[in-house]
């Protein structure tokens, strides 16, 4: 089995997601706009890595497969990545609403980190499991 990239890269855009909602909490405690900044510059370097990850993973499939994967780990893997776009596309509209609407109700400001913090974290189960079971 050749060396594998995409698993080396993957810890990056949950650790940084994860942790810009600490910062969202923050921000919802203290009403500093500092802790908003940095939450927000964490999510946008998430997706960078979510990004890189992607195609890694791209990179790494294709050999996989013709080294014949098997069929039960494939379909363990597309129910992760279904949960790993899931958690991408939710940051990359936190992010992308955030950055239009400067000022929004607190509740939706940290219901939708929550929210998109949830879903990150169900994404590293799945892969903790993925990675497991190989």
Known sequence: MRFLFHPMVVHFPVALW??????????????????????????????????????LGFVDYIPLVAEGVGQAFV??????????YGSTAAYTAIFLARWRWRVMPMAVYVGTAGVAAVLIFLTALLGAEIRRVM
């Not at 129910?79 to 790993?84: I, N, Q």
């Open 18 to 55: 994860l942790t810009s909602f600490v910062f969202d909490l923050l921000y919802a405690a203290k009403r500093q706009r500092f802790f908003a900044s940095v939450s927000a510059y964490l999510i946008g370097f998430g997706l960078v890595g979510a990004a890189v990850s992607i195609v």
């Open 75 to 84: 379909d363990r893997h597309r129910v992760h990545s279904y949960v790993a």
